[in-house]
């Protein structure tokens, strides 16, 4: 029995059963979870025709992600394996170097808010806003009451609608109702929404208006996940590595472009797990790019700064709104496994994971853009893409690669003419 450890010095370089059967052993995944990747000894389908035709509408087909494994995270004192279902070159690989770096400091430190909601309902033409105003307020515990009725479970579980607030648009042109939802280890879109419907012909009642929109809001603040890490600066090479890096940072703190791409590559991280759980993925984007504007202007959502011994220190804070049960969580199976291989419980401890990630990708590609440039790495593996698309096998793929790059023209055409000139192949 191997050491359960996210640290797993040369995993690249295992191929891909090897690495399944570390992570296998690692998760203790069944024989039926480790044989869902591989079928005949290839990379398998995710979910079977009938479940991917009952998810969404005028089904042909499905399109499938490489799945990754992230090394090296260590999580509020707990190794974890994170897996990332993402098309894009180096990720993986920056993650996990991030979190090695991380690790000699003692990791990532983490947290993560209640698991609240907010629904909206939006009044319009309603004609005495204050005394609307003062009407829902003394109806309060009412309209709580009909909101919770329409999930029983949820309050058995000691979730379900906690509270009100109200909020003025314009110049008195609408009310907008909030209703807060602890929606538990859900994401909460379908609990949020059936409530606030369910509560809106008696807030027209009360207020004399018309209920317009009835939805669930993405700018999830009320569910913020923060995380934290020491970057040793001897591992980043130096304390002017440090000050380099903190210039970059400066960049994306002064200007909306840069902070754009910035957390762009946040994403990057956050992105590829949340698709590899089975989450919404456009959810998450929508709500940390409304939270990094919040202030009037698009900032960073991350924050650095060096410590007494020179050592670079992050952290982050973003809204994460992540279930653990319901929607497609529970409908597609490599989500089912891959939540398994993370080991998380609780949809408050997936959003510390995710906050992690995040974190981790978004020092790689600072520390990358400050120091050798983001290029190196995408070349690298952007070079084994082109050989193979020149029609390469096994290891052929590197040496075109090696010879593409040693020479600087990372072509299709140049990767044709090297794999005819080698090997002799047309």
Known sequence: MIEKTSRIPGFYKLDIEERLDRVSRFADLSRDEKESFLKDGKLSLAIDKDIADRMIENVIGIYELPIGIATNFLINGKDYLIPMAIEETSVVAAASNAARIARIRGGFEAEADEQIMIGQVQLVNVCDIDEAIQSLLRSREEILRIANDQDKVLVSLGGGAKDLEIRKLGEDEMLVVHLLVDVRDAMGANAVNTMVEAIAPYLEELTGGKARLKIISNLADRRLARARATFDKEAMGGEDKVDAFLEGYRFALLDP??????????????????????????????????????????????????????????????????????????????????????????????????????????????????????????????????????????????????????????????????????????
């Open 257 to 426: 472009y840069r902070a754009a791409t910035h957390n762009k590559g946040i994403m990057n991280g956050i992105d590829a797990v949340v698709i590899a759980t089975g989450n919404d993925w456009r959810a998450i984007e929508a709500g940390a790019h409304a939270y990094a504007a919040r202030g009037g202007s698009y900032k960073p959502l991350t924050r650095y700064w060096k410590d007494e011994e020179g050592n670079l220190v992050g952290e982050i804070e973003l809204p994460i709104a992540v279930g653990v049960v319901g929607g497609a969580v529970s409908l597609h199976k490599k989500a089912q496994i891959c939540r398994k291989i993370l080991g998380v419980k609780t949809a408050k401890e997936l959003a510390m994971v995710l906050a992690s990630v995040g974190l981790a990708q978004n020092f790689a590609a600072l520390f990358a853009l400050s120091t050798v440039g983001i290029q190196k790495g995408h070349m690298e593996l952007h070079a084994q893409n082109i050989a193979v698309m020149a029609g390469a096998k096994g290891e052929q793929i590197d040496e075109i690669a090696r010879r593409m790059i040693e020479e600087g023209k990372i072509r299709l055409d140049r990767a044709k003419e090297l794999l005819e000139e080698i090997y002799g192949a047309r």
